[in-house]
């Protein structure tokens, strides 16, 4: 298994531009997190389907949507691109949506995007 | 709200010296905390979580919810073990499984 697999890996856009990043979980894995990192700071969560559906959202703006595929993949759509939308974006899948599992998640290696 | 607070963004220590990566958390209901590595060009994984009571690659951590704590230890540090380590908490209420309010990474420098 190759684990989470993110495309793209690197881009670039616009301001007010639109972009959609994609995410394929480990096999047998039912819930995706979407995170986003900007330099010198820790992953901050946007999203989390299990599913798929929404089953958490963090303080984003509605600019930023996703969703989940059947067969578990997702996408995250930003639309309106900001300067300050330029960051990693982790994906980042697990097995179960039990309590104790939460915090057990397999990353991807990210999609980075800059916005100028 | 809940936050996660590590106060070093940067650590060295000379290889067989202790290490010990502070990370301190707010949250109002019962805590779940987790220690997350990513070591140069691999992915971020999973370290250590405070529900397991087990000690991974010699790295220990006790939660203290006196103090609000989670703090890393590992008595003799190896080269290897240099790394970016993320204290992270997990929302351990309502439906929002998956979540995880990460600190802001502390670089941990392992010299020989």
């Known amino acids: 298994?190759?684990?989470?697999?993110?495309s793209p890996t690197h881009l670039i856009k616009t301001r007010g531009q639109h972009v959609t990043l994609r995410c394929s979980p480990i096999s047998g894995?039912?819930?995706?997190?979407?995170?986003?990192?900007?330099?010198?700071q820790g992953p901050q969560f946007i999203f989390q389907y299990y599913e798929k559906e929404e089953r958490g959202r963090g303080n984003f703006p509605d600019r930023f949507s996703a969703r989940q595929f059947?067969?578990?993949?997702?996408?995250?759509?930003?639309?309106?691109?900001?300067?300050?939308?330029?960051?990693?974006?982790?994906?980042?899948?697990?097995?179960?949506?039990?309590?104790?599992?939460s915090g057990e998640l397999f990353f991807g290696e990210g999609s980075r995007l800059t916005v100028l | 709200a809940q936050r996660v607070t590590q106060p070093e963004k940067l650590l060295s220590v000379f290889k067989g010296a202790p290490v010990e990566l502070k990370c301190n958390y707010s949250y109002s209901g019962s805590p779940e905390l987790f220690w997350y590595v990513q070591y140069s060009r691999q992915?971020?994984?999973?370290?250590?979580?405070?529900?397991?009571?087990?000690?991974?690659?010699?790295?220990?951590a006790d939660l203290n919810k006196g103090e609000t704590s989670f703090h890393l230890k590992k008595p003799f540090a190896q080269e290897e073990d240099s790394a970016m380590y993320y204290c992270a908490l997990a929302n351990a209420g309502g439906t929002s499984y998956g979540k995880l309010t990460f600190g802001q990474g502390t670089i941990l420098t392992v010299h020989p």
């Open chain 2, 43 to 60: 992915r971020l994984q999973l370290l250590l979580r405070h529900i397991s009571r087990e000690s991974i690659k010699g790295f220990t």
């Open chain 1, 70 to 101: 059947p067969n578990y993949s997702s996408e995250l759509n930003v639309n309106a691109l900001l300067l300050g939308d330029s960051a990693l974006y982790l994906c980042a899948s697990s097995r179960d949506r039990g309590r104790r599992d």
């Open chain 1, 1 to 6: 298994d190759a684990g989470v697999t993110q």
């Open chain 1, 29 to 40: 894995h039912k819930s995706v997190s979407w995170y986003q990192q900007v330099l010198g």
